[in-house]
C-alpha cells in the first residue's frame, strides 16, 4: 500500500503517522514538543527521531510536514511562533535527509483543510471563489 509520511509540528506534541491515499493510518507516533529552552538542534532531533521510528513502520514514498507559521515554502524554512527555538529552521532539509524521501512543507491550517475537504465534513464540496471577490452586499455599497 503506497503512503506518505505525514508530520505535524505543535507547540505541545510532535506527531508523526503513515497515511494512505485512502486515508489509512498504519503507524501514528508522538511525542511531546521539547521546551525551546533545549535548543534548536535537540528540538530538531526528537523531530528525526519521531520521522524515521514512523517511516520505518512502512514504506513511504514522500514526506509531508504541516507547522504553524510563518513558513517560506521555497526555502522549506519554519519560525513558528510557537516554537521560539526554531527561527528560520531548515526542517524540509533535514527530514529528507533523515528519511530519504522527497519532503515538502505547507502550513497546518491549510492541511487541516485539505484533510477536511478529502476525508472530513467537507468531503465532495468545491473550493469557494468567495473568498477572491467581495460579496455583492459590498459590491453594491460602493
Do not use: C, Y
Not at 497515511?19 to 532531533?45: C, F, Q
Not at 464540496?125 to 477572491?132: F, I
Amino acid at each position: 500500500m503506497t503512503s506518505v509520511l505525514a508530520l505535524d509540528i505543535g507547540g505541545t506534541k510532535l506527531a508523526a503517522a503513515l497515511v494512505s491515499a485512502s486515508g489509512d493510518v498504519s503507524a501514528h507516533h508522538e511525542v511531546p514538543t521539547p521546551p525551546s529552552s533545549m535548543g534548536a538542534d535537540h528540538l530538531a532531533a526528537a523531530l528525526t527521531r519521531l520521522a524515521v521510528q514512523t517511516a520505518t513502520s512502512g514504506s513511504p514514498v514522500a514526506a509531508a510536514i504541516a507547522a504553524a507559521g510563518p513558513l517560506d515554502l521555497a526555502a522549506g524554512t519554519i519560525s513558528p511562533v510557537n516554537i521560539a527555538a526554531w527561527r528560520d529552521f531548515d526542517v524540509v532539509s533535514r527530514i529528507a535527509k533523515a528519511t530519504g524521501l522527497p519532503t515538502i512543507l505547507l502550513g497546518d491550517a491549510l492541511a487541516a483543510a485539505v484533510a477536511e475537504q478529502w476525508l472530513g465534513a467537507a468531503t465532495g464540496s468545491r473550493p469557494s471563489s468567495a473568498s477572491s471577490s467581495p460579496p455583492a452586499s459590498a459590491a453594491a455599497s460602493s
